[in-house]
């Protein structure tokens, strides 16, 4: 999904550079991502595109849990609404869709599609027939096009949030729960020194959290 933003508070750094971030509105993780950027977004002169990927595309070929691919088949509604509404209205709505969709699967644990989507058009004011998209395959090719576009900034083993800084991209970060304040600040500034040396590719453990939902959209 892509949006912009440009934050014009004070105490911003000038010349920040511009993050894309690749996320799946089905996926716990890149939710806690995209808390985290919007932490450092009330602190910090950033220009984000939130960009469209898909957990069912990305494993589409892979060799999954039953229950698991049943599950990501039918969170592809997500993705295709969210390309639907930005096909019709632009970038701007993006970002709004995201926080809202993410509020109720996430923050709500709402896990019923068909009572999640219409309610979220309803809370945004937009159009009740996007939701015939969800069910068509429709907008798959752009779904697509954007998921591809993240893979071919960070390669293809990874997953989601992708993120891309500097021009450089990365899978992650994987984070739980999101930072705030001066810890999400210090690991802004982690990722973007990282992102300037060519030669850094990894760094991992394993976790040892789940996914802790203590913010609101």
Same mark, same amino acid.
């Given at each position: 999904?892509?949006?912009?933003?440009?934050?014009?508070?004070?105490?911003?750094?000038?010349?920040?550079?511009?993050?894309? /971030?690749?996320?799946?509105?089905?996926?716990? &993780?890149?939710?806690?991502t995209?808390? &985290?950027?919007?932490?450092?977004?009330e602190?910090?002169?950033?220009?984000?595109? &939130?960009?469209?990927?898909?957990?069912?595309?990305?494993?589409?070929?892979?060799?999954?849990? @039953?229950?698991?691919?049943?599950?990501?088949?039918?969170?592809?509604?997500y993705?295709?609404?969210?390309?639907?509404?930005?096909?019709?209205?632009? !970038?701007?709505?993006?970002?709004?869709?995201?926080?809202?969709?993410?509020?109720?699967?996430?923050?709500?644990?709402?896990?019923?599609?068909?009572?999640v989507?219409?309610a979220?058009?309803a809370?945004?004011?937009?159009?009740?027939?996007?939701?015939?998209?969800?069910?068509?395959?429709?907008? @798959?090719a752009?779904?697509?096009? /954007?998921?591809?576009?993240? $893979?071919?900034?960070?390669?293809?083993?990874?997953?989601?949030?992708? $993120?891309?800084?500097?021009?450089?991209?990365?899978?992650?970060?994987?984070?739980?729960?999101?930072?705030?304040? !001066?810890?999400?600040?210090?690991?802004?500034?982690?990722?973007?020194?990282?992102?300037?040396?060519?030669?850094?590719?990894?760094?991992?453990?394993?976790?040892?959290v789940?996914?802790?939902?203590?913010?609101?959209?």
């Amino acid at each position: 999904m892509w949006t912009r933003r440009r934050n014009t508070r004070r105490n911003t750094r000038p010349n920040a550079p511009p993050w894309s /971030s690749g996320l799946d509105p089905n996926c716990p &993780w890149a939710w806690m991502t995209s808390r &985290w950027v919007g932490e450092v977004a009330e602190h910090r002169d950033l220009d984000v595109t &939130w960009k469209v990927m898909s957990l069912f595309v990305l494993n589409e070929d892979q060799d999954i849990p @039953d229950e698991y691919r049943e599950r990501i088949h039918k969170g592809q509604l997500y993705p295709r609404i969210v390309t639907a509404a930005r096909l019709r209205l632009g !970038q701007d709505i993006v970002k709004p869709l995201y926080d809202a969709l993410g509020e109720h699967i996430h923050h709500r644990q709402e896990q019923d599609p068909d009572q999640v989507v219409p309610a979220v058009l309803a809370e945004l004011g937009l159009d009740a027939d996007l939701l015939e998209y969800a069910w068509t395959d429709e907008v @798959d090719a752009a779904v697509r096009v /954007s998921h591809q576009d993240g $893979i071919d900034r960070v390669g293809q083993d990874v997953g989601t949030p992708v $993120i891309a800084v500097a021009g450089t991209a990365f899978f992650g970060p994987v984070i739980s729960p999101a930072p705030k304040g !001066q810890e999400a600040l210090d690991l802004w500034d982690g990722v973007v020194a990282v992102a300037k040396y060519p030669g850094f590719f990894e760094l991992k453990r394993s976790r040892t959290v789940g996914p802790i939902f203590d913010t609101t959209a």
